[in-house]
């Protein structure tokens, strides 16, 4: 059977010839004011009028803590007549410009993967019609999507200096630029880079002059987000009960040493206490001893008692430099010293290499499914679904998984197969009464006024293990059927309306099993949860910790 | 409560003190031998005896292409009395070396992902006591773990040319090299890097000197296998049946745009009907644009004749490198022209960004688990887990995973979720007559053999979403239950004794409620399953059809 080949004229270099042209504006525009691929600030929207073309794929780095924002309200002052329709692509809308593009016109689609501060005005633009979601990703996939079927034309990242020629420090934070490069720059995209500073001599090298195209030095340093600092002082009695809870019913009891825990209170409480109330069982060195985790402030006291050999990250943390500087042994760190960080492989290694996920949620309902979605806001997932769901691919065994994956497989005769940990931790009644426990999910109205194909769950009930209340801990594992399931998930649900709903005797039956377990049924001297228990009380105790070497970000200093 | 500080004495930089006497060592014994970072091959035995120390994590690159060769044997050249009980960590076990240094005592213990042509070799190893696996992984998660708990000390990798600085060119084949460098760079570790050649002027920089402490210019280029070559003479008529069913039955039937094709002849024969069966069925434009793939040479037509817009790659394959030069629109390629590949992201592509992993196996049981064991050998899963399972933390939606989804839990009650397509891809009987479908698989007593935790599925049922064999197709999402599932099995394993275990009155109702689909019951010709519906029939057609830019290796040429 013959084959119509294409039209042998076709050229299969348009990308390229496109590219040659962008670039061929560039000079013509720029002429003498570029100084290799290094231009002056002032620069930057003739750049950006020469470069983009309408309707094209950019990717504009920002993510929960680095932001390209000098390049971000650049990008907001480009002539909407001359460059319009472009398609979005980028891990976290966080800054007012971010959105004021949409408003603009100068972009109208938008691929991303979390929204938390502006989660109310991106609902507000879709209802407006003037920004089109094409869909909402964990990181992960976003950045897999860029190699496959929306690979960036143009790039606008942050680095923190570059050299003469081109060269990039990213340094503690390198983040996504990486993976935003990689997919760009190879593919005949254009890549532009803010640098807080051009210096002579970099201390190493992160990503290549041969990756880069334009070079600006913004007028400010790129904004970081010190999303990962929680001050002890916050955490309540209540917190300290449920990590408590958490060490000796789960870390302990499924032999949890490679892990992730989400940002939040919560988990803060449970990094305070392993130097006190893990020590005191006897954990230190049997639980909690790998990381794929950004560097908690509030890991500094494990970290100083023992507890910590390594700690892999996403990002950085303001503030953490010298403390992680000075302890290498612990982090990744470059030949110069600082951190290196790569959201990408970190989040692998949370979905591959972790035994447990454990993170905090707003609401969950009967089957387990969990979501931070609320009505009017369209918050999105970044990473938790992908650190939160059961690595399905993975075959390498240890004690924590085989073990979830007994438990989770014992009644169903199918073939034997490990299980991560995910567990979801929450008040029962989270701010103003609100309950955590629902019927069901705001995700579902959500998805409706949005027009999502599904409703925006953030972690789904079948890859829950275990739920974990002030009342308790929930083993989902080891419910026979969604009846019991769903009598697992009451009986931790405390006076909420689901927790008054449950079946007392299926409930009492539940624990005569070990699938719900009371603090009591732990072991757990509940007048022990108290302040007293916090490795560190303040953030000036967490200074002191660490040598002096932590230096919080103003913010978070009361001294 | 007081928390128990470590000895304020210990030291946090234990791993930059030994990575410095390491260092020093290598200076002493090598002098004036060290340009720089070069040393001349000759002096590679002592520079291991130097940097090398008893029970090192070593990652030695060597993956189902590319190999580290030449440092592979000189590392089995060291002596066993001065360095002894490494802990090896390598994708693929491929080359008599990579077990020489079991056999001899410098190496004791191995985690990695494949073996298949050592797998003999390696299950003997495991009995005498020589060979301690760790665990098999998927590459990946092997990957995942480079950064949590199996950090290499040592990383000996390979790279196409160095410069005098000790910057890198890995070019097409950079695969594995910048995650094991990424790790073993940050963590103080120590990077050899065999080259092929040192030159003045890189084609471009993939990995920066930083990341690289000694370069060796080997006597010989390192290995490449030609792995994902399949010479279209080979193919079957039974496989071309197999490969319309697919496209009519799946690919067209769920729209699937994003794919990863399994390496063999199975699905090279679909890649050769794309522009013959596909084209008739209008479907260019309409399937299979964006593929996480190798450049397999036999989708040199589909490319051709217009159906392929992107192609990201784990690896390259031997010949194709002029053909990709002259296709940039379709393959990730460099400002120097020649491609870049990646296998960790490739991967991370191949999992959250496609649709459908399809691919060939060797064995399936009644619940539809698959594996490639077989006794006595241990051969590891490679990448297709990660492929082949259900990505649980995706959450960007598509039509096909959507559509695969709603099938597969329309009874369940659950939330919505979608779902990717796993398709398994067989003969009923494959070489030697041996049934592919088997009450228990081989895998359960190789488990037992080797001791080890979960016999080694590949593929797990609960991911498979289709069967595909000459007989028909089976689509598992819709049975409603593991009988149905079974009798859709056996409805499609034709004479072997499994296909004969059916239950005829169910599998005709499988059948009626398209849950098990006949060729004619797609509207299938068999009569036009012949080789003319191959795009080439030869070598030397995909030769001609990419305008002879391909250049096969020498074995897969008889003119």
């Known amino acids: ?17 496109n590219r040659i042209s962008r670039m061929q504006r560039a000079q013509e525009t720029l002429g003498l004011a570029l100084s290799g691929k290094i231009l002056p600030a002032l620069e930057i929207v003739p750049l950006l009028h020469s470069v983009l073309e ?52 100068i972009a109208s689609k938008l691929d991303f993967s979390f929204s938390g501060p502006q989660a109310n005005r991106l609902a507000k633009l879709v209802s407006s019609g003037k920004l089109n979601i094409g869909a909402i990703h964990t990181y992960l996939e976003l950045f897999a999507r860029y190699f496959v079927d929306l690979t960036p034309r143009v790039a606008l990242v942050a680095a923190q200096y570059a ?61 970081i987000e010190p999303l990962f600092t929680r001050d002890p002082a916050q955490i309540s009695e209540i917190q300290i009960l449920m990590a408590m809870m958490a060490i000796k ?26 130097p006190t109330y893990g020590e005191a069982l006897g954990l230190r060195g049997k639980i909690a001893r790998h990381w794929a985790l950004n560097p ?92 939160g769901s059961d690595s399905r691919g993975r075959r390498h065994a240890s004690a924590a998984w085989l073990k979830a994956g007994k438990q989770g497989r014992q009644a169903s005769g199918q073939i034997p197969r490990g299980q991560k940990l995910v567990v979801q931790m929450v008040e029962t009644f989270r701010e103003h009464m609100h309950s955590a426990f629902v019927e069901k ?69 539940l624990r005569d099993r070990g699938i719900i377990q009371r603090p009591a049924d732990l072991g757990i001297d509940k007048s022990l949860a108290t302040r007293d228990l916090l490795a560190a009380k303040t953030m000036k105790d967490l200074v002191r910790l660490s040598g002096g070497l932590y230096d919080p970000p103003r913010q978070f200093r009361n001294w």
Chains 1, 2 share one sequence.
């Open 249 to 274: 019913g789960i870390y302990k009891e499924y032999e949890v040493n490679r892990l992730n825990h989400g940002i939040g209170f919560d988990t803060a409480a449970i990094e305070l206490i392993l």
């Open 441 to 509: 999910l705001d995700a579902w109205q959500l998805a409706e006024q949005a027009s999502m194909p599904l409703p925006p769950v953030m972690i789904y009930g079948e890859d829950v293990t275990h739920i974990l209340t002030e009342e308790g801990i929930a083993n989902l594992l080891l419910c026979r059927n969604v009846e019991e399931r769903e009598q697992a998930i009451r009986g931790v649900a405390g006076y909420t309306p689901v927790g008054m709903g449950r079946d007392r005797r299926v409930v009492e039956n």
């Open 163 to 223: 050299d003469r020629q081109g060269n990039l420090y990213t340094g503690p934070n390198t983040e996504d630029t990486p993976a935003i490069l990689e997919a760009t720059a190879f593919k005949g995209g254009i890549v532009i880079v803010q640098v807080n500073q051009i210096v002579d001599q970099l201390p190493r090298i992160d990503v290549p002059a041969d990756w880069v195209d334009f070079v600006v030095e913004a007028p400010r340093p790129h904004y």
């Open 1 to 17: 059977m013959a084959i119509n080949l294409l039209n042998e004229k076709l050229s299969w270099r348009s990308q390229q010839a």
């Open 296 to 387: 908690h402030p509030t890991l500094i006291p494990a970290i100083e008692a023992g507890f910590v050999e390594s700690v892999y990250s996403f990002g950085s943390e303001l503030g953490m430099e010298n403390y992680i500087r000075a302890r290498p042994d612990i982090f990744f760190v470059g030949p110069d010293g600082s951190m290196r960080s790569n959201r990408a492989l970190c989040q692998v290694a949370g979905h591959y290499a972790c035994d447990m996920f454990i993170g905090s949620t707003l609401q969950i309902d009967l089957m387990g499914n969990s979501s931070t979605a609320t009505l009017g806001r369209i918050s999105g997932f970044g990473g938790a679904p992908n650190m």
């Open 54 to 105: 309408p309707g094209d794929r950019v990717c504009l780095e920002g993510n929960n803590q680095k932001q390209a924002d000098f390049l971000a309200e650049s990008l907001r002052s480009v002539d909407p007549q001359r460059i319009n329709g472009l398609h979005m692509i980028q891990s976290v809308i966080a800054l007012p410009a971010h959105l004021d593009v949409f408003e603009k016109g």
